[in-house]
C-alpha cells in the first residue's frame, strides 16, 4: 500500500512519548500539557485519524473536524468473509499499481456497507483494511468537487489529489479522492503497526521518565527517519518539565 513514487496520502504517526518511550498507564495519558493538546489539533485538524478501540475509549468521543476511524476486530461483525476478502486484496493491489474498476465498484459499496457500530466513527476489523478504504467515496466527473462535509462523505478540509479510472459502470468516469494526509494516534499495538508503513512522524518528547508505564512506543531508527524540525519548550503553562516538538521524514525505502 502506498509504494514510494505512488502516494495517494501520506501516513503520519503523531504520539507524545516519555524519555523511555512511555506513552501510557491503564489506558490513560501520562501528563495534561495544554500546549500538546493544541498542537494535536492543530496538525489533526481536516484529516483522517486511525486508532484503536481502547484509545477511542479513552477519547469518549470523536475528535471533531476529523474523521474519525477505529479499529476493532471484535466489534466487527461477521459478513461475507469470500466477498471482504475479494475487496481488500483487489484494494491492496491498488495502493501499489493506481486505481482499478476493482476499486471504484467497492469503495462506493464499502463505504455504504461497513460497520458504524460506534456512533460518529467507521469502523475497521484492522489497520489494512482501514487504509485499503481510506478514499473518499467516488463521484461523478462532471460532479463538483467541494470542500464541503455535507456535500461528500467524510470530507476533509483539503483535498490533495484526484485519481479518475475510465473503465467503470457505463463506462462513466468516476474520481476517487484520497486525503491529503493520514494520522495513526494510538495506541500502542496500532503504533508498532503503522510506523514501519508511516512517512512521517510528529513526536512530542516528553521529559520525564515513567517507570510504571504500561504502553510504550517502538524504538525509532535513526538509519530509517531524518528530523526536520524541533521545537523546545523549557515547560509549559502548567505544566514543569521541558518537552520539544520534533518532526522527522521516512529517509529509507520500505
Known sequence: MNNIGEKKYKLSVIVAVAENNAIGKDNRLLWHISEDLKYFKRITHGCPVIMGHKTWLSIGKPLPGRRNIVLSRSLCQPSDNSQENAQDNSQG?????GVDTAVVKSIGSSLAQYRHLIPGAELYASLEEALNNIAYKPIP???TITTNPSEITAQPDTIN???KDPLTDDNKIKTVVYPDEV?????GEVYKQALPLADKL??????VTVDDADTFFPE???AQWSEISRESHDHGKRFEHP???IVYEKTQIR
Open 202 to 207: 510528529y513526536l512530542t518528547r516528553v521529559h
Open 220 to 222: 525509532i531508527d535513526p
Open 93 to 97: 493491489n491498488a495502493h501499489q499499481k
Open 161 to 163: 489529489q484526484a485519481i
Open 141 to 143: 466527473e462532471d460532479s
Open 243 to 245: 518537552f520539544e516538538f
Open 183 to 187: 494520522f495513526i494516534i494510538g495506541g
